[in-house]
Protein backbone atom coordinates (compact mmCIF):
# COMPACT_ATOMS: atom_id res chain seq x y z
CA UNK A 1 0.00 0.00 0.00
CA UNK A 2 1.01 3.69 -0.79
CA UNK A 3 -0.23 6.24 1.57
CA UNK A 4 -0.58 9.95 0.82
CA UNK A 5 -0.47 12.91 2.75
CA UNK A 6 -0.91 16.58 1.42
CA UNK A 7 -0.43 19.37 3.30
CA UNK A 8 0.34 23.79 2.94
CA UNK A 9 -3.13 24.54 2.05
CA UNK A 10 -4.25 27.79 3.78
CA UNK A 11 -6.04 30.75 2.57
CA UNK A 12 -4.41 33.45 0.24
CA UNK A 13 -5.56 36.60 -1.81
CA UNK A 14 -5.61 36.98 -5.47
CA UNK A 15 -1.75 36.63 -7.26
CA UNK A 16 0.00 35.07 -3.93
CA UNK A 17 1.35 32.15 -3.66
CA UNK A 18 1.26 28.49 -1.99
CA UNK A 19 3.05 25.33 -2.05
CA UNK A 20 1.76 22.19 -1.83
CA UNK A 21 3.43 18.86 -0.54
CA UNK A 22 2.62 15.55 -0.96
CA UNK A 23 4.42 13.00 1.90
CA UNK A 24 4.40 9.32 0.25
CA UNK A 25 4.90 6.54 2.44
CA UNK A 26 4.47 2.55 2.42
CA UNK A 27 5.49 0.45 -0.67
CA UNK A 28 6.78 3.81 -3.04
CA UNK A 29 9.01 1.71 -5.07
CA UNK A 30 5.23 0.91 -6.96
CA UNK A 31 5.40 4.91 -7.64
CA UNK A 32 5.76 5.36 -11.26
CA UNK A 33 3.46 8.33 -12.18
CA UNK A 34 2.43 11.09 -9.10
CA UNK A 35 -0.51 13.86 -10.09
CA UNK A 36 -2.37 16.80 -8.54
CA UNK A 37 -5.93 17.08 -9.15
CA UNK A 38 -8.11 19.97 -7.68
CA UNK A 39 -12.30 19.35 -6.33
CA UNK A 40 -14.46 22.35 -6.00
CA UNK A 41 -17.68 22.24 -4.88
CA UNK A 42 -20.99 20.54 -7.91
CA UNK A 43 -17.35 19.96 -10.02
CA UNK A 44 -15.32 17.24 -11.28
CA UNK A 45 -12.16 16.56 -9.90
CA UNK A 46 -9.56 17.54 -12.91
CA UNK A 47 -6.28 16.63 -13.30
CA UNK A 48 -3.54 19.85 -12.45
CA UNK A 49 -0.31 18.31 -13.22
CA UNK A 50 1.50 15.20 -13.37
CA UNK A 51 4.83 14.13 -13.18
CA UNK A 52 6.99 10.66 -14.05
CA UNK A 53 9.69 9.20 -12.76
CA UNK A 54 11.73 10.58 -15.24
CA UNK A 55 10.91 13.97 -13.95
CA UNK A 56 8.47 14.71 -17.44
CA UNK A 57 5.66 17.04 -16.58
CA UNK A 58 2.39 17.80 -18.34
CA UNK A 59 -0.19 20.73 -17.09
CA UNK A 60 -3.35 21.94 -17.06
CA UNK A 61 -3.66 24.69 -19.79
CA UNK A 62 -5.47 26.99 -16.71
CA UNK A 63 -2.25 26.88 -14.60
CA UNK A 64 0.23 26.93 -17.27
CA UNK A 65 3.03 29.07 -16.66
CA UNK A 66 1.73 29.75 -12.93
CA UNK A 67 1.89 26.07 -11.47
CA UNK A 68 5.24 24.33 -11.28
CA UNK A 69 5.21 20.36 -10.34
CA UNK A 70 8.49 18.57 -8.29
CA UNK A 71 9.08 15.90 -6.62
CA UNK A 72 12.21 14.30 -4.13
CA UNK A 73 12.96 11.47 -4.75
CA UNK A 74 15.08 11.20 -1.67
CA UNK A 75 12.32 12.28 1.01
CA UNK A 76 9.10 10.72 -1.01
CA UNK A 77 7.41 13.80 -1.49
CA UNK A 78 5.48 15.66 -4.31
CA UNK A 79 5.44 19.59 -4.67
CA UNK A 80 2.99 21.93 -6.28
CA UNK A 81 4.55 25.38 -6.19
CA UNK A 82 1.35 27.42 -6.72
CA UNK A 83 1.92 31.08 -8.24
CA UNK A 84 -0.30 34.30 -9.32
CA UNK A 85 -3.56 32.35 -8.12
CA UNK A 86 -6.59 33.37 -8.91
CA UNK A 87 -10.15 32.78 -7.27
CA UNK A 88 -10.66 30.60 -9.89
CA UNK A 89 -8.14 27.87 -8.29
CA UNK A 90 -10.12 27.88 -5.35
CA UNK A 91 -10.79 24.27 -4.70
CA UNK A 92 -9.18 21.52 -2.53
CA UNK A 93 -6.45 19.60 -4.07
CA UNK A 94 -5.79 15.99 -4.15
CA UNK A 95 -2.40 14.36 -4.44
CA UNK A 96 -2.43 11.27 -6.56
CA UNK A 97 0.14 8.13 -7.75
CA UNK A 98 0.11 4.83 -9.82
CA UNK A 99 2.60 2.25 -10.71
CA UNK A 100 2.14 3.14 -14.34
CA UNK A 101 1.91 6.65 -16.07
CA UNK A 102 -0.63 7.39 -18.70
CA UNK A 103 0.56 9.70 -21.10
CA UNK A 104 -2.79 9.80 -22.91
CA UNK A 105 -4.76 10.42 -19.96
CA UNK A 106 -2.88 12.05 -17.26
CA UNK A 107 -5.68 14.12 -16.03
CA UNK A 108 -8.41 11.71 -15.52
CA UNK A 109 -9.00 10.49 -11.71
CA UNK A 110 -8.84 6.86 -13.80
CA UNK A 111 -5.42 6.70 -14.03
CA UNK A 112 -4.46 6.86 -10.54
CA UNK A 113 -4.70 4.01 -7.89
CA UNK A 114 -3.39 6.52 -4.95
CA UNK A 115 -4.87 8.92 -3.34
CA UNK A 116 -4.56 11.54 -0.55
CA UNK A 117 -6.85 12.92 1.32
CA UNK A 118 -6.59 16.38 0.13
CA UNK A 119 -5.97 19.99 1.19
CA UNK A 120 -7.75 23.18 0.66
CA UNK A 121 -6.80 26.18 -1.40
CA UNK A 122 -9.08 29.34 -0.92
CA UNK A 123 -8.23 32.19 -3.06
CA UNK A 124 -9.91 35.42 -2.43
CA UNK A 125 -10.47 38.59 -4.50
Do not use: H
Request: proline content about 2%; hydrophobic content about 30%.
Amino acid sequence: QVQLVESGGGSVQAGGSLRLSCAASGYTNRVSCMGWFRQAPGKEREGVAAIDSDGTTSYADSVKGRFTISKDNAKNTLYLQLNSLKPEDTAMYYCAADGDCYYSSWYSVVAFGYWGQGTQVTVSS
